[in-house]
């Protein structure tokens, strides 16, 4: 990556950073042209290739740039502190929906970015997931009372299995537009009383 692209005027780089959202979450890796994003960020695609040497830098970055920002929210939201992991996973939807109201187009980026089956690109954003995500994931997991939990309980498979769901569920709603955040967070309660349901122990 060419370090000019740090000298740009802000909005400059923000409308490049933007645009690069905007295409890439509205199809694949390999389907989303170099050109639309260029000419959404009102700049000619040699210009766009002078900054970042290919597509996969560009798409990476801006992954890299997603990352960061939930990580933030993450952080502000305290989704990582305590022992109670239903509170942590209600704290980290909290974060996120919060996210997808104020960066929409990043937000379905992140989530298109995190299915994408480009098989070079899959495995980049997975490595990249467990150095931004995967080692606080299981630093929260290691502050569980297994005591807590129904017995010979797998903490990991149970978190993991949560994620997922959560994740999907957002996939899910994203697809369909016209996001309504208060019915997500309602929904999202359900499926907590649910866990809690199948997963606490009784008395």
């Not at 370090?3 to 400059?12: G, I, S, T, Y």
């Not at 807590?148 to 993991?160: I, Q």
Request: proline share 3%; aromatic share 16%.
């Amino acid at each position: 990556m060419n370090e000019k692209f740090f000298e740009l005027p802000p909005e400059k780089r923000q409308r490049i950073i933007d645009s690069g959202y905007r295409v890439f979450s509205s199809d694949s890796y390999k389907k989303s042209p170099v050109g639309d994003i260029a000419a959404g960020a009102g700049i000619s695609k040699s210009l766009l290739f002078f900054y970042f040497r290919n597509k996969m830098e560009l798409y990476l970055f801006l992954w890299d740039e997603c990352a960061k920002t939930t990580v933030e929210y993450l952080t502000r939201y305290k989704c990582y502190d305590g022992e109670d992991l239903f509170e942590m996973m209600d704290r980290g939807m909290k974060a996120k929906l919060h996210l997808m109201r104020e960066h929409p187009e990043m937000a379905q980026f992140a989530v298109k970015a995190f299915y994408e089956k480009d098989p070079e690109i899959s495995a980049a954003i997975q490595k990249s997931y467990q150095y931004y995500f995967g080692l606080k994931a299981l630093g929260a997991i290691k502050s569980l009372n297994p005591d807590d939990f129904v017995p010979g309980l797998d903490l990991k498979l149970m978190y993991r299995n949560m994620y997922l769901a959560a994740e999907g569920y957002l996939w899910e709603m994203l697809q369909r537009g016209d996001l309504d955040y208060e019915q997500l967070d309602k929904d999202f309660q359900k499926l907590l009383e649910f866990w809690k349901s199948v997963y606490k122990r009784k008395g």
